[in-house]
């Protein structure tokens, strides 16, 4: 078993600055690839930033030159650097992490989810 724990949320003015955290625990050596997914209320959860264990990242056309994901191996932590935030990023932010391969946003191959961590960009 595989636990996610993410941290770092928060309100923010647009403009401004956030990091988000997400601990991995147990079982981590059977996720292959991770991810930041984000919900806002009444939208479908939406891919935000993926990230391969060779550090290569993905990012969806939204956040790109904006956020940043990385991952710390040695401490089991992915982060997302989040700048230059709108009103638009406010939203639920999950980390996920999956065994094997697919679609960068298919959310159904995604094993293993955090509970979330609230972001809210507001003036």
């Known amino acids: 078993q595989v636990q996610l724990v993410e941290s770092g949320g928060g309100s923010v003015q647009p403009g401004g600055s956030l990091r988000l955290s997400c601990a991995a625990s147990?079982?981590?050596?059977?996720?292959?690839?991770m991810a930041w997914f984000r919900q806002a209320p009444g939208k479908e959860r939406e891919g935000v930033a993926a990230?391969?264990?060779?550090?290569?990242?993905y990012y969806a056309d939204s956040v790109k030159g904006r956020f940043t994901i990385s991952q710390d191996s040695a401490k089991n932590t992915l982060y997302l650097e989040m700048g230059t935030l709108k009103p638009t990023d406010t939203g639920m932010y999950y980390c996920?992490?999956?065994?094997?391969?697919?679609?960068?946003?298919?959310?159904?191959?995604?094993?293993?989810w955090g509970q979330g961590t609230q972001v809210t960009v507001s003036s």
């Open positions: 990230i391969y264990p060779s550090g290569r990242t």
């Open positions: 996920a992490g999956r065994s094997g391969i697919g679609a960068y946003w298919n959310v159904p191959t995604y094993n293993y």
């Open positions: 147990g079982y981590t050596n059977s996720i292959y690839f």
